[in-house]
């Protein structure tokens, strides 16, 4: 079955730092989301990003579907951006959503 | 407001109750799905219907059942939980498969 990769595991930040989180996935997909689940377990909607550039606010996007992955970038972090950030993709034969393992960001003030 | 929610969002059982996990949402969808999300092992998909009255088995049904008798609910059912289902479950709906799906904000279930 199709692998999503997320890198780094963890990463640890001052307050103000950017970051760029990736998510490298093994085979073609229809759909690619970008999550964050906060301390309290709550998973939010970043984007949804099969392709191309978004931006919302300090966070944004881009996929490149062609060389299979994904970047999210965060601008000047804050404490409330800690947490988990997850990257889904839904393969193209099938309709679940693949999770990647997530990426811990700890924003110390 | 558009919303996914479950009910409850945290459940303390003793194995072999049963017990059913509600899910409803506002926005019309199609497609809705249930994931479980176990330390170490991410997010993985247990049911998802495509529409009422259709279902189909995800990565880990095994002990669960679900129904869509209704386009907004989706209950999940465990006819005899028992500790390996100690998990935090979601529930998911999208308009339809391959869009954006919406997360419910998770019930947190212990089995004793």
């Known amino acids: 079955g199709i692998q999503v990769e997320q890198s780094p595991p963890d990463l640890i930040l001052q307050e103000g730092a950017n970051s760029t989180l990736r998510c490298n996935f093994s085979?073609?997909?229809?759909?690619l989301q970008w999550f964050h689940q906060n301390p309290w377990g709550q998973l939010i909607n970043l984007f949804y990003?099969?392709?191309?550039?978004k931006q919302n606010g300090r966070l944004s996007a881009t996929t490149v579907a062609t060389e299979r992955y994904s970047l999210l970038y965060i601008s000047s972090s804050q404490t409330t951006d800690s947490g988990v950030y997850f990257c889904?993709?839904?393969?193209?034969?099938?309709?679940?959503?693949?999770w990647g393992a997530g990426t811990k960001l700890i924003i110390k003030p | 407001e558009a919303q996914v929610t479950q009910n409850p969002r945290y459940l303390i059982t003793v194995t072999g109750k049963k017990l059913t996990v509600t899910c409803s949402q506002n926005?019309?969808?199609?497609?809705m799905s249930w994931y479980r999300q176990d330390p170490g092992l991410g997010l993985r998909q247990i049911y998802y219907?495509?529409?009422?009255?259709?279902?189909d088995k995800g990565d880990v049904p095994e002990g669960y059942k679900v129904s869509r008798k209704e386009k907004r609910n989706f209950p999940l059912i465990l006819e005899s939980p028992s500790p390996n289902q100690t998990s935090l479950y979601f529930c998911?709906?999208?308009?339809?498969?391959?869009?954006?799906?919406?997360f419910g904000p998770g019930t947190r279930l212990t089995v004793l």
């Open positions: 990003i099969p392709s191309g550039t």
């Open positions: 926005m019309n969808h199609e497609y």
């Open positions: 219907s495509m529409n009422v009255e259709v279902t």
């Open positions: 998911a709906s999208s308009w339809t498969i391959g869009n954006e799906q919406f």
């Open positions: 085979d073609s997909v229809n759909n």
């Open positions: 889904a993709v839904e393969r193209d034969s099938n309709y679940q959503l693949i």
